[in-house]
Each structure stands twice: as structure tokens, then as C-alpha cells.
């Protein structure tokens, strides 16, 4: 009897062992997965950060070529005025009448006609041409080869896609 008792213990605590481990390797894997997560966080902050930066950057040029462009408009206002001043009265009277008229002829352009002749053309966004090259089977390296892209924009992109 004590022999099976030794047995029975000799048993249960080879289970136990067992069981330690795989509680052992599971928590190890999590790490592991935890870590992974962390980096691909971590990547993800510095991805959005950049293109934060740049859209920043895009913003400024776009905004300083704004206010150079309203510079130019005041300095060909300004011109043209002090030049009009100069004229007599009726020259001017009959000079902004002929200008007046031929701006009128030369801007106008029938808007039915020229929306007619051209035809609706519409064009993808590039995220919308990167899912859809994925969901062909092209690989994200493949994708941003032909797109002219980073392989992190376009393995983000796909990523937001799936979630």
C-alpha cells in the first residue's frame, strides 16, 4: 500500500510539473506578444509623428505661397490704380468700358459646353488602389515599388484596412 502511495504522489506531482511548465510557456508567450505590441505601438506613434510633421510642413509652403500670391494681387492692384489716376476722366470713363468689355469676352467661356466636351473621369486615392492591389495578391513591397510609396505606409494602410 505505501508503494502505490509513493506512486500516486511520484504521479501528481509529474502533472504538476507539467502543468508548471506549459503555465510557464504561456506566460512566456505572452511576453513575448507583449513586447511585439509595444514596438509596433511605438513604430506606429513615430509613422503617424511623420507624417504630422510633414503635412505641418505642407501646410506652411501652401500657406506661403497663399500670402505671396495676396502680395502680388496688392502690388497689380496698387499699379493699376496709380496708373488710372494719371488719365483724364474720360479717357478712363471710356478705357475701363473697353476693358470691362474685352475682359468679359475673353473670360467667358459657356460652363454646359466645356463640362460636356470633357469627360467624368474619376481617379482612385492611392489608399484605395493599395487595398485594392493587396486584396489582388501583391505583396506590400510589390505595392509600394509600384505606387512610389514607403513599404511602412503601405503595410499601415493595409493594416488600418483590416481592423
Known amino acids: 500500500m505505501e508503494y502505490l502511495l509513493i ?35 511605438k513604430e506606429l506613434e513615430q509613422l503617424l509623428m511623420s507624417y504630422l510633421i510633414e503635412m505641418k510642413e ?35 470713363i471710356s478705357k475701363d468700358q473697353a476693358e470691362k468689355s474685352v475682359s468679359k469676352e475673353q473670360s467667358y467661356t459657356p460652363l454646359v459646353d466645356a463640362i460636356e466636351d470633357q469627360p467624368v473621369a474619376y481617379q482612385k486615392s492611392y489608399q484605395a488602389e493599395i487595398i485594392e492591389r493587396y486584396e489582388k495578391g501583391e505583396t506590400p513591397e510589390q505595392i509600394a515599388k509600384a505606387l512610389n510609396r514607403g513599404k511602412t505606409e503601405v503595410a499601415l494602410i493595409i493594416k488600418f484596412h483590416k481592423n
Open 7 to 41: 506512486l500516486l504522489s511520484f504521479l501528481l506531482h509529474m502533472v504538476t510539473f507539467i502543468v508548471l511548465r506549459h503555465y510557464y510557456l504561456k506566460q512566456q508567450s505572452y511576453q513575448s506578444e507583449q513586447h511585439t505590441f509595444q514596438e509596433e505601438k
Open 58 to 92: 505642407e501646410n506652411d509652403r501652401l500657406l506661403d505661397a497663399f500670402n505671396t500670391m495676396q502680395k502680388q494681387d496688392i502690388e497689380k492692384n496698387a499699379s493699376s490704380t496709380s496708373v488710372t489716376h494719371h488719365l483724364d476722366e474720360d479717357e478712363q
